[in-house]
Structures are given as C-alpha cells and as structure tokens.
T-cell receptor, first 114, second 112 residues
Framework: NAGVTQTPKFRILKIGQSMTLQCTQD?????MYWYRQDPGMGLKLIYY???????DKGEVPNGYNVSRSTTEDFPLRLELAAPSQTSVYFC?????????????FGDGTRLSIL | GQQLNQSPQSMFIQEGEDVSMNCTSS?????WLWYKQEPGEGPVLLIA?????ELTSNGRLTAQFGITRKDSFLNISASIPSDVGIYFC????????????FGKGTKLTVNP
C-alpha cells in the first residue's frame, strides 16, 4: 500500500524561485492537509482540503497556495521562495471526522531556500 | 489559538527503563492522538483516544485521555533502542473541526 506519497524528498531553491510540492494518496480520503515542521517544533497547518475543489487556510498560509482538482492530489505551491520557508513539509490525509479515523502522513519534503 | 504543552522536551534513558510523557492544554478536546516520528520519516500514529477517561494500550505503550479532557499521557514500558524518536501529542478541537493541533514533541533517546 502506497498511502501518502510526497515528491520530491529533497530540494534546494534560490530566493525568489517557485516550486510545487506534490502529494498524492491512494486511500480515497476526502481530507488532505499540508504541514510544515521547523526544528524543535511540532507541525503547523498550512492549508487543508475537505474534498475536491475545496481548500481552506490553516495556521500559517502566507506565502503558499494550494489546489485540489482531484481526490487523490493536493499540491502545495511556493510562488516566491523565501529563507523563512526553509522547513520540512508533510502532507497528510484522512477520512472525515465522523469516522474517527486519524491522519496518515507522507515521509516529508525537505526544502532549503538559499 | 489552542496550544498543547508537551513535556518533557527531551529524555535520555537506559534500555529497560519505563518512560512517561504528557500533554496538557487549557482547552477541552474531543480527541487525543499520539504519534511517533523517526528521522527522515513522517509521523506514524501510535494510539488514538476518543473518550474522556479512556485508557488504551498498544504493546508496551499505554495512553490515557484525561477525565477533564484537557490532558493525556503516554507511557512506554521496558524501553528498547528502537523506541528512539520524537513523540508528538495531537488533538482535535470541538465544533467538528478537522484541524489537528500538535505539541512540540518529546525527543526520546535510549542508551543500550
């Protein structure tokens, strides 16, 4: 079972460059999430989606954009990379809350902005 | 916003020792989750708690959902080297929110 797959695993960007972090899940989960994890910190929610065509801001959305055209995919876009966006990014997915099913995480994308 | 206070921040123990860590908040939560993260990987769910007072075990791990719904603890008995990692508590607020709030983690080091 693939679960949640993130690509790339590592990336170095120059300030001002743009890139898209890919996330796909094969569990038919309605809900998908993007988090960032900084050293010594827990995960902070960037954006989330409750279904195709629906997205909403999390705790730290500035500097990012998302789209959800299919149930499987939830890409995260950085338009103008800044050093403050150096972090490890995790994508997760889950069934709706009523099913009491927890979130499943990918293995992360390690992004450095230089 | 809602915050989870997780302690201790780090622990250094000898193999075979028992471990206890906890998470507290000033807010009431409907769900408490405990995740483990190993280097280079995403968090993996260990135990999920859905009812106040619930006590759940998963092998050598035991977690409890506090009666006040504002805290939870995780115990690991007879620790082994592969228990090394960062343990996160996470919780889901009331009101039908799908958003999880995470603690800052407890980094566990086990000396053989």
């Amino acid at each position: 079972n693939a679960g949640v797959t993130q690509t790339p695993k590592f990336r170095i960007l120059k300030i001002g460059q743009s890139m898209t972090l890919q996330c796909t899940q094969d569990m038919n989960h309605n809900y998908m999430y993007w988090y960032r994890q900084d050293p010594g910190m827990g995960l902070k929610l960037i954006y989330y989606s409750v279904g195709a065509g629906i997205t909403d801001k999390g705790e730290v959305p500035n500097g990012y954009n998302v789209s959800r055209s299919t149930t499987e995919d939830f890409p995260l876009r950085l338009e103008l990379a800044a050093p403050s966006q150096t972090s490890v990014y995790f994508c997760a997915s889950s069934y709706p809350q009523g099913s009491n099913q927890p979130q499943h995480f990918g293995d992360g994308t390690r992004l450095s902005i230089l | 916003g809602q915050q989870l206070n997780q302690s201790p921040q780090s622990m250094f123990i000898q193999e075979g020792e028992d471990v206890s860590m906890n998470c507290t908040s000033s807010s009431i939560f409907n769900t408490w989750l405990w995740y483990k993260q190993e280097p280079g990987e995403g968090p993996v769910l260990l135990i999920a708690l859905y009812k106040a007072g619930e006590l759940t075990s998963n092998g050598r791990l035991t977690a409890q959902f506090g009666i006040t719904r504002k805290d939870s603890f995780l115990n690991i008995s007879a620790s082994i080297p592969s228990d090394v990692g960062i343990y996160f508590c996470a919780s889901r607020s009331q009101g039908g929110s799908e958003k999880l709030v995470f603690g800052k983690g407890t980094k566990l080091t086990v000396n053989p």
